[in-house]
């Protein structure tokens, strides 16, 4: 047999094998580009509501789907790291946080608006990080609603606790008659 025909050969074997090799490359890629644009959508669709579940776990997922070696993934993380940082800044005496929150609030919606941008750009979108800043809707009464929710648990712990009391403001007592006892004993009513 000539070399020519031991080629075809070879060819024949390997070109199946080297096809569905082909296949899982392009799939595992496909894949991870989908698991990266889930964690940016999931933000971009939460960034109104950033204790939210589902916004903390999208956070927490950026250090596994953006660990490539690109340029770009690097100031993704970067990115991240600052926020992180930025995230755990915030004073836990009520007192101190009381007077850092408008500052930190505004640099914590910058700093999110940032990493949102650098990982659309990773991903194929191009927003400007005043689109990501303002192009939300977050009804006031959702914002409400959570302020409202975070309170009630509070108290609700407070009583729990015993660290507080439930208020009690009696007005006025109901009038309750006494039942008229007649002058037999409990016996002779037994009897009749």
């Keep these: 047999m000539k070399s020519a025909e031991w080629i075809t050969i070879l060819a024949?074997?390997?070109?199946?094998?080297?096809?569905?090799?082909?296949?899982?490359?392009?799939?595992n890629?496909?894949?991870k580009k989908n698991r990266r644009l889930y964690v940016f959508k999931r933000l971009m669709a939460t960034r109104g509501t950033l204790v939210s579940p589902a916004h903390v776990e999208a956070l927490n997922m950026i250090d596994l789907e953006f660990?490539?070696?690109?340029?770009?993934?690097g100031?993704?993380?970067r990115r991240w790291r600052e926020?992180?940082?930025h995230l755990n800044s915030l004073s836990q005496d009520p007192a101190t946080?009381?007077?850092?929150?408008?500052?930190?609030t505004e640099r914590n919606g910058d700093l999110l608006a940032n990493l949102l941008h650098d990982m659309g750009r990773a991903v194929g979108y191009d927003f400007?990080?005043?689109?990501?800043?303002?192009?939300?809707?977050?009804?006031i009464a959702h914002a409400n609603l959570e302020i409202e929710t975070q309170l009630l648990r509070r108290l609700l712990i407070q009583v729990l606790l015993g660290d507080r009391s439930l208020p009690l403001d009696v007005r006025s007592l109901p009038q309750v008659q006494a039942p008229e006892v007649s002058p037999e004993s409990p016996r002779d009513a037994h009897e009749r």
């Excluded at 070109?15 to 296949?23: E, N, R, Y």
């Excluded at 660990?67 to 993934?73: F, H, L």
């Excluded at 946080?97 to 930190?104: D, E």
């Excluded at 689109?131 to 939300?136: A, P, T, V």
């Design 12 to 27: 024949l074997l390997c070109g199946p094998v080297l096809a569905v090799q082909a296949q899982k490359w392009i799939e």
């Design 128 to 139: 400007d990080t005043v689109q990501i800043r303002r192009g939300i809707y977050a009804p």
């Design 97 to 104: 946080q009381t007077q850092q929150m408008p500052v930190w």
């Design 67 to 73: 660990a490539g070696n690109k340029k770009a993934d």
């Design 83 to 85: 926020y992180l940082d």
């Design 29 to 31: 890629i496909r894949e």
């Design 75 to 77: 100031q993704v993380r």
